[in-house]
């Protein structure tokens, strides 16, 4: 129980505190880079939770989950052409337009299985994906700047550096608090059974289907409130954003950190984020030496980074491997 | 008359060419343990698979208690009282064994749409999976992962899983598939205690089990039901001798 002790609760807790102290810490020495790559890793880290709540815990792969991150910044960006700057109207807006999606393309991509599932996901993302290139009001294949940022009833907390930063915190604290808390529930457990044994499910009057729709709603919903932080964070959308790419880029950030656990995907975040800012700063073949990386992590430590932690994540590991 | 919780009417399949069920016709009444036996290749494995909705009969009707549920989806029928046990195992191995039953007692209690309290901190759940395991004599295990318990545990599990539903039917089987002799003898007693509460439907190998558990036994042979009786019948037909019983085993 110590180990789950370790892993569970004191390994977000201090995960969460020492991401609270990034605004000091860049304040004290005066680096404003540190804190703009954070506010970006954070945003990041919003998308790959929700991630790992459908790979991680339903076992859906997902690979046009980058999508919706281009709906909840094209919400904001678009909004903002016609002038129009409350996130009280934007953020509900891109994440009605991203859980929209989600259940339109989720209905159809969740009646597949395995490769499947993973190749219809991919398809419908690239379909999004065209679709913002084919967006000619709002910048075609170049983008769309904003002039500014969201306002909140004249708060301007979208607006200074640390106050962004705090707002991406919170919302990143938030969404792992409710998906934490959505897995630990009746929800979560149909879930994590469904990936075990569906047919044992269904012979308990469980149809897994509509459970891993809700899932997969609930993922790209947030994923969407990640994309409009986005928006303000760089203050451009471009299609760039729901490229494949950048979906491949998010798995493997979820698989580095350890499925599952949801901390683990901000971990793996942290760490695919910092190593290739600290790698590209060496070489521009930086690549050469971060494929190798992931690929000893992902074949030595099963379980990802989480794995790497004594503690008993051995449970899902082991599972497997005993089936 | 009572009304049969189960009756097949006329039900066909075939694979191609190949007619796995033929015209079979057979109830289930309540209170009672109805085997079904029959070599390797009967149908059996497809029988259950009709029964349970995994797979969809080519015609004929399946009435589970006075009610047509030949279009019923598997989950359907669970959720109207129909409990199976697998062949094959199938537990979930990554939950603990209090997890497995618990999540079977919360698909009893409804839908599962429910997203804020902690299901495993739920008391009610976890004591009637409690109880459930104590019924089946795996309540020292209730902690442990259900992926390391030995076959014969899995095999308990197995059933506390199919219990969990409160059934109105059980379909079983083989449930004493790779059991030892201690856990059959124990399995036996589970079962003649929970036929009690719950009519079953039981296919089996283990003949010495089958004679000790059944009220009526049909034999199954080519998709076929050769003889249907009570054991003493069935023991007697020398239909049945000739196609399938050993004549060691009825010495």
């Known amino acids: 129980m110590t180990g789950s002790l370790l892993k569970n609760t004191i390994l977000p807790l201090a995960l969460f505190a020492a991401l609270a102290l990034v605004p000091a810490y860049a304040d004290v020495f005066d680096d404003r880079f540190v804190l703009l790559f954070f506010t970006r890793i954070l945003v990041f880290a919003i998308v790959a939770i929700s991630l790992d709540f459908i790979l991680g815990l339903g076992a859906m792969v997902s690979f046009g989950h980058a999508a919706y991150i281009g709906f909840g910044a094209y919400a904001v960006a678009i909004l903002s052409e016609h002038d129009i700057w409350e996130a009280w109207i934007s953020f509900p807006l891109a994440v009605a337009a991203g859980g929209l999606f989600a259940l339109i393309t989720g209905a159809i991509s969740l009646k597949t299985r395995g490769v499947y599932f993973i190749m219809i996901t991919l398809a419908f993302g690239q379909m999004a994906y065209f679709t913002a290139t084919s967006l000619s009001a709002y910048g075609g ?24 930063y705090y707002l991406v915190f919170g919302v990143l604290a938030a969404a792992y608090l409710l998906l934490r808390t959505f897995a630990a529930s009746r929800f ?47 203050e451009f959308v471009s299609p760039a954003y729901m490229s494949w790419h950048r979906s491949g880029e998010l ?13 683990g995907a901000i971990l793996g975040t942290i760490a695919y984020m910092v190593l290739e800012e600290v790698l590209s700063g060496y070489s521009e073949h930086w690549r050469l030496v971060f494929g190798p990386l992931l690929i000893l992590v992902v074949l030595y430590g099963r379980g990802g980074l989480m794995g790497l932690i004594p503690g008993q994540i051995g449970r899902q590991s082991r599972g497997e491997a005993d089936q | 008359m009572t009304c049969p919780i189960l009756e097949l009417k006329d039900l066909n399949k075939a694979y191609d060419a190949l007619q796995v069920t033929r015209n079979l ?42 009610t047509n549920v030949t279009g019923w989806s598997v989950a359907e029928r669970a959720k109207a009282g129909l409990g199976r046990t697998f062949q094959i195992t199938a537990i979930l191995p990554e939950f603990t064994v209090l997890e497995n039953v618990a999540l079977g007692v919360q698909a ?46 899995k095999r308990m599990l197995e059933l506390a899983l199919a219990l969990a ?34 009519p079953m439907l039981l296919v089996e190998h283990d003949m010495d ?37 050993g004549e060691e085993e009825l010495a």
């Open chain 1, 188 to 234: 979560g457990r149909v879930l994590k059974g469904a990936k075990q044994s569906e047919p044992r499910l269904e012979a308990m009057g469980i149809d897994p289907y509509r459970y891993r729709l809700a899932a997969y709603v609930i993922a790209g919903m947030i994923a969407s409130v990640a994309g409009a932080l986005m928006a303000n964070q760089s």
């Open chain 1, 141 to 164: 294949d170049d983008g769309l700047t904003m002039w500014g940022r969201s306002e909140l009833f004249g708060t301007g907390l979208f607006t200074g550096d640390a106050s962004f």
């Open chain 1, 251 to 263: 798995i493997v950030m979820v698989i580095l950190g350890g499925l599952g656990s949801l901390h």
């Open chain 2, 209 to 245: 089990a089958v004679f000790k558990l059944a009220d009526r036994i049909s034999v199954l042979v080519y998709g076929e039901i050769i003889a249907s009786g009570a054991p003493d019948e069935i023991r007697a037909d020398p239909k049945v001798r000739e196609a399938y019983l």
């Open chain 2, 165 to 198: 539903g409160e059934p109105k039917l059980l379909v079983l089987d083989e449930p004493m598939a790779g059991t030892g002799p201690e856990e059959t003898a124990r399995l036996i007693e589970i079962l003649l205690a929970v036929k009690q509460r719950c």
């Open chain 2, 108 to 153: 009893h209690e409804g839908h599962s749409f429910r997203f804020f309290r902690n299901a495993a901190r739920d008391q009610d759940l976890n004591e009637k999976a409690a109880s459930i395991l104590t019924e089946v004599g795996l309540a020292d295990r209730a902690s442990l992962r259900a992926g390391n318990l030995s076959h014969g545990e």
């Open chain 2, 25 to 66: 016709s057979l109830k289930v009444l309540p209170g009672e343990i109805h085997a079904v036996i029959g070599p390797n290749g009967a149908g059996k494995t497809t029988l259950i698979g009709q029964i349970s909705g995994a797979t969809p009969s080519d015609s004929g009707q399946v009435l589970f208690g006075g």
